[in-house]
C-alpha cells in the first residue's frame, strides 16, 4: 500500500505543473505578423503501422493520420467544428431525407492526373462506405443508390430518412473519396493502392519503407491557391513511447499525435519551450473511459449493484491524482465537448458514497461474509492507454473496500475485443469510446440491442430495453435537428439512469508539437485533417 | 572432408527440430485470445461481424486448426512461407526486408563484444589480482547487471539528446537521400548506439569467460615448457595460450545466435529499427500466424548457419576435433 501512496505522489507531482495548464489555457501563441514560409519537411510519430493506408476502407485516426493528407472527405469541419466543404462545394436535402444531393469542386485532379467526378463519389459510397468501411456500413445502411446526372453533381438516394445534419457530421471521418479508375477492377481489400494511396490531396505519397517511415510530398497541381507550404511529410514509426519522446527531444520528431507519449514524459515535455502541448485541435475525437457490465452475471443484472459500483469509485480523486489537467469527470454517453447534442440535464450522476455503495449491495441481498467479502469480479482492461491500465487497478482497489473482490485479466488488443465482444468472458470491462461529432454514427451502438454477436464496441452486454431502442431508431431518422438533439437527451438520461455501461472520465487527446509549427490545431479534428495550411518557422 | 559430413549430419539432425518447434509455435498461438482478424478490428476501431466473417473467410481462418496447421506444412514443403496478413505481401518477402538489419546488428554486436570480450579478458587474466584486473572484472559485471533498455536509453539521453553526435533512432537519415559511401557511413552511424547497446551484455559474458579460460590455459604445462624454452611473454600468450583459450569462446558465439535475436527485440524497439526481432513482437501482437512462423524458421536456419561456421572454425583452431581424436 505504502508503494502505490507514492506512486500517487510522485504522479501528482509531474501532473500539477503549471507549464501544462498555461498550455492548455493558450496552446497558440500570437503568430498573426508571420507571413506563412514555403518550404520544410513535418515529421509525425506514428505508434501503430496499419494494415492499409485508405481511410475510404478504414476509419481510425491511425489511418487518417497519413491517408488524409493524401485523400479528401467530402467535407470537414471548420474552427468551429461546423461541417465546410472540401471536395464537396455545397449540398442540399429533400424535405422528406432520402434524397441529399452534393455539389462537387470543379477543376480538381488526381495524383495521377485524372480528373475528380462524381463517378469516384458515387463508386466510392456504394463499393467502399457501404460494403467495407466501418461505421460507413451502419452510416449507410439505407443507401440504395447514388445517381450522378453530371460529373459534379452526385444524389445520394436513402430508404430511410436521412438527417442532413447526421451525415455531414458523419461524413469527415466516413466521407473520404478514392478514384473509381484506380479501384474499378480487381479485390478492393487487395488493391496495392491501399499501401500507395491516389488522392486529391495537398500531399502525393512517395514512399512506405515498413517498419520505418512514411513519406509524401507536395501536390504541385492541389486546387487550394498556395497550398499547402510544407515540402514534405515524413511519418517516424516509433512503437516505444519512451524512444519517442527521446526523438522528440533530439529534434528528429515534429509532431506526437493522438496522446502518443507517455502522460509523465508530455508533462515534461510541457515545460520546455520547444514545444507545444496541449489537448487544442482534439475536440473532434473526444473520448470516455467506460466500466462496461455483463449482465449475464445475476450480481451485474442488478441495477443497485451497478449503482453500488458507480458510487464506490472515487473518479475526481482518481482524475486529479493520474490524468491530471487532461481530463474530466464524464457525466453521459455524449461528451460535453459535443456542441451539437449535449444535452443540458444529463440524468442521474454516481457522486463517490462509499456508505450508499454498501447499503445498495445489503439491499440487493449481497451482505459481506467473512472476511467482509460479498463476491468476486473479472475485469477486462482494454490494452489502448496507460489510463485505462491504472483506472482498472483504481476499480480493484476501490471495489475491495465495499467487498467486492476484482480479478484483473490482461490482454492484447485482438485478446480484449475476442473475450469481451465474441466470447462474452468477463464481468466488467474497461476501455475508451470514442465519440464521433453525432451519436448515431458510434455511439448508440453501445446501447442498441440487436447487435450480432463478434461486433467490437457494440453493446454485448446482454442488456435489451425497449424504451432505448425506441429512442435510438427514432433519432437515427429524425430530419429535424432540433428534435434529434432533445431525442438524444432523453437517450443519455435513460443510459445513465440504466446504467448498462458507466462513462465517468472525459478525455481529449494529448498534442505534442514543436513550437515552430504554425497553423497546427485549428480544426477540430486537425490530426486527422489535410494540414494545407501547416507551416513550419525557421 | 570430414568435417562437412560432421556439419550435413547436424544440418539433417536439426530438420526434425524446426519443426517441432514450428508445430509446437502454431498450437501455442491458438491458445492465445483472439486472431488476426480480431487484432485487425482492434486497431480500426469498429467494424461489424459481417465483414469479420468475411476478412476471417480471406485469410482462411474458418478452417480447422488441424486443416490450417496441415494448409501451412504444406506449404512449406514447397518453400512457400505464405502471405502476411498485417503487410499484404508473402512472408518470404516481409522477412528479407528486414532480415538484413537485424544480421547488420547482430555481426556488428557479436563483433563487437568477442573483440573487446578478448582483448579486455586477456588484459584482466595478465594482470590477475591487480587493478586492471579489478577495474576490468567490475566493469564487466556493471554491463552484464544492466537492462539493455535502460542502457539504451540512458545512450540515447547522454550521446543523442545533450551531447547530439548520434541520431537517436532509425536506420538511417531519410530527410536527405544518400548513396554508396555517404550512405555506408550514415548508416553505421545510427547503427553505433543499438550496436553497443546490444553488445555490452555479451562483452561482459565474453571478457569473463576469456579471463577465466586464460588462467586455466596459463597452467597448462605446454605453457610451462614454451616458456622454458625461452619464448618472450608476448609470443606466449599469442601463439599459445589465445589459441587454446579461444575455443570456450566460439562456443559461445554459437549459442548466443540465438539469444541474440531475442535481445534485438528491445533494441529494435528502443532504436526504432526496421529488423527481425520487432517484426516478430508485431506479428505476435497483431496474430500474424504466417508471419511468426516464417520468422521461427528463417531464426532456426540462421542458429543453424552460425553453429555450423562454428565448427569449422573449431576445427582451425584444434584440429583434434576434425580427426576424432
Known amino acids: 500500500m ?3 501512496r507514492f506512486d500517487m505522489t510522485r504522479r501528482a ?15 497558440q501563441r500570437s503568430f498573426a505578423q508571420e507571413t506563412p514560409r514555403k518550404g520544410g519537411v513535418f515529421t509525425v510519430h506514428y505508434g501503430a503501422e496499419q494494415r492499409q493506408l485508405n481511410p475510404s476502407l478504414q476509419a481510425s485516426t491511425g489511418v487518417y493520420i497519413i491517408g488524409g493528407k493524401i485523400q479528401e472527405a467530402l467535407v470537414d469541419l471548420d474552427a468551429n467544428g461546423q461541417p465546410v466543404g472540401v471536395l464537396a462545394e455545397s449540398w442540399e436535402s429533400s424535405a422528406d431525407g432520402k434524397t441529399i444531393t452534393f455539389k462537387l469542386r470543379q477543376g480538381v485532379t488526381w495524383h495521377d492526373g485524372k480528373p475528380f467526378t462524381s463517378a469516384d463519389v458515387a463508386f466510392t459510397a456504394m463499393e467502399m462506405w457501404k460494403k467495407i468501411l466501418n461505421y460507413g456500413s451502419t452510416l449507410q445502411l439505407f443507401l440504395t443508390a447514388v445517381d450522378t446526372p453530371d460529373p459534379h453533381t452526385a444524389v445520394f438516394r436513402y430508404e430511410r430518412p436521412m438527417p442532413l445534419s447526421l451525415l455531414l457530421r458523419a461524413l469527415p471521418d466516413l466521407g473520404y473519396i478514392s478514384a473509381k479508375h484506380i479501384y474499378e477492377t480487381g479485390d478492393i481489400r487487395a488493391n496495392p493502392a491501399n499501401l500507395a494511396p491516389v488522392g486529391t490531396g495537398p500531399f502525393k505519397f512517395v514512399q512506405y519503407e515498413r517498419g520505418q517511415h512514411i513519406i509524401a510530398e507536395r501536390n504541385p497541381n492541389y486546387w487550394r491557391p498556395n497550398a499547402p507550404y510544407l515540402d514534405r511529410i515524413i511519418w517516424r514509426v516509433v512503437t516505444d513511447r519512451a ?3 527521446a526523438q522528440v527531444e533530439a529534434g528528429q520528431i515534429h509532431y506526437s499525435p493522438f496522446s502518443g507519449l507517455t502522460i509523465s514524459d508530455s508533462a515534461r515535455l510541457a515545460k520546455d519551450k520547444r514545444y507545444i502541448v496541449s489537448t487544442k485541435g482534439n475536440e473532434g475525437n473526444p473520448r470516455t473511459n467506460t466500466v462496461e457490465f455483463n449482465f449475464r452475471r445475476k450480481e451485474l443484472a442488478d441495477i443497485r449493484v451497478r449503482q453500488a459500483i458507480a458510487h464506490a469509485l472515487n473518479i475526481p480523486f482518481f482524475i486529479e ?5 487532461f481530463a474530466k469527470l464524464g457525466v453521459g454517453p455524449i461528451p460535453s465537448v459535443s456542441r451539437d447534442f449535449f444535452p443540458s440535464d444529463n440524468g442521474p450522476q454516481y457522486a463517490y458514497d462509499k456508505a450508499r455503495a454498501a447499503k445498495l449491495l445489503d439491499e440487493a441481498g449481497y451482505k459481506a461474509g467473512a472476511g467482509g467479502e460479498r463476491f468476486s469480479l473479472r475485469l477486462l482492461p482494454a490494452p489502448w492507454g496507460e489510463d485505462i491500465s491504472l483506472f482498472a487497478t483504481f476499480i480493484q482497489q476501490s471495489l475491495s473496500e465495499v467487498g467486492i473482490k476484482v480479478e484483473i485479466v490482461r490482454n492484447d488488443g485482438g485478446g480484449f475485443l475476442k473475450q469481451v465482444y465474441d466470447e462474452h468472458a468477463f464481468d466488467l470491462a474497461s476501455g475508451w469510446h470514442q465519440y464521433r461529432n453525432d451519436p448515431a454514427v458510434s455511439t448508440t451502438v453501445w446501447y442498441r440491442s440487436g447487435q450480432p454477436k463478434g461486433a467490437p464496441w457494440t453493446n454485448q452486454w446482454g442488456w435489451t430495453d425497449p424504451v432505448i431502442d425506441t429512442i435510438i431508431d427514432n433519432a437515427a431518422t429524425e430530419v429535424d435537428p432540433g428534435k434529434r438533439k432533445a431525442l438524444y437527451g432523453d437517450f443519455v438520461r435513460r443510459a445513465n439512469a440504466e446504467l448498462p455501461i458507466w462513462t465517468p472520465i472525459e478525455q481529449l487527446f494529448l498534442t505534442v508539437i514543436s513550437a515552430r509549427a504554425r497553423n497546427h490545431s485549428n480544426t477540430p479534428r486537425w490530426g486527422s485533417s489535410t494540414w494545407h495550411d501547416l507551416w513550419l518557422a525557421e | 572432408m570430414r568435417i562437412l559430413t560432421l556439419a550435413g549430419r547436424r544440418l539433417a539432425a536439426s530438420i526434425p527440430t524446426v519443426l517441432l518447434i514450428l508445430i509446437g509455435i502454431f498450437l501455442l498461438l491458438q491458445f492465445a485470445p483472439g486472431d488476426t482478424v480480431d487484432a485487425m478490428m482492434a486497431q480500426m476501431g469498429g467494424g461489424d461481424a459481417a465483414t469479420a466473417r468475411e476478412l476471417r473467410k480471406f485469410y482462411g481462418l474458418d478452417l480447422s486448426v488441424a486443416a490450417q496447421l496441415g494448409n501451412y506444412l504444406w506449404r512449406l514443403v514447397r518453400f512457400d512461407l505464405g502471405f502476411s496478413s498485417i503487410y499484404g505481401k508473402p512472408v518470404a518477402a516481409v522477412i528479407a526486408e528486414r532480415l538484413p538489419v537485424t544480421i547488420l546488428l547482430m555481426t556488428a554486436s557479436l563483433s563487437f563484444a568477442f573483440f573487446f570480450g578478448l582483448v579486455l579478458g586477456v588484459i584482466a587474466a595478465r594482470g590477475v589480482n591487480k587493478w586492471p584486473d579489478t577495474v576490468i572484472s567490475t566493469l564487466g559485471l556493471i554491463f552484464y547487471a544492466t537492462p539493455s533498455f535502460w542502457f539504451g536509453l540512458m545512450a540515447i539521453v547522454v550521446f543523442s539528446i545533450y551531447l547530439q553526435w548520434l541520431p537517436p533512432g532509425g536506420f538511417e537519415d531519410i530527410t536527405t537521400a544518400k548513396t554508396g559511401i555517404w550512405r555506408t557511413l550514415d548508416i553505421a552511424h545510427h547503427l553505433v548506439l543499438p550496436t553497443l547497446t546490444l553488445g555490452f551484455i555479451f562483452l561482459a559474458i565474453y571478457l569473463r569467460i576469456m579471463r577465466a579460460s586464460m588462467l586455466e590455459v596459463l597452467n597448462l604445462d605446454f605453457v610451462r615448457t614454451a616458456r622454458a624454452k625461452g619464448l618472450d611473454e608476448t609470443g606466449v600468450v599469442v601463439r599459445h595460450v589465445l589459441r587454446n583459450a579461444m575455443l570456450p569462446m566460439v562456443t559461445l558465439i ?24 520487432r517484426l516478430a513482437y508485431e506479428s505476435v501482437i497483431q496474430r500474424d500466424l504466417n508471419t511468426l512462423l516464417g520468422i521461427v524458421f528463417i531464426s532456426a536456419l540462421l542458429v543453424v548457419a552460425v553453429n555450423f561456421l562454428v565448427d569449422l572454425l573449431y576445427a582451425r583452431l584444434d584440429p583434434r576435433i576434425t580427426s576424432g581424436v
Open chain 1, 2 to 4: 505504502s508503494s502505490h
Open chain 1, 13 to 27: 507531482a509531474l501532473m500539477t505543473s503549471a507549464a501544462i495548464a498555461a498550455n492548455v489555457a493558450f496552446p
Open chain 1, 243 to 245: 524512444a519517442a519522446s
Open chain 1, 321 to 325: 491524482n493520474f490524468l491530471g489537467d
Open chain 2, 254 to 277: 554459437g549459442l548466443q545466435a540465438g539469444t541474440m535475436l531475442g535481445g534485438s527485440v528491445v533494441v529494435e524497439s528502443v532504436f526504432s529499427l526496421p529488423g527481425l526481432g
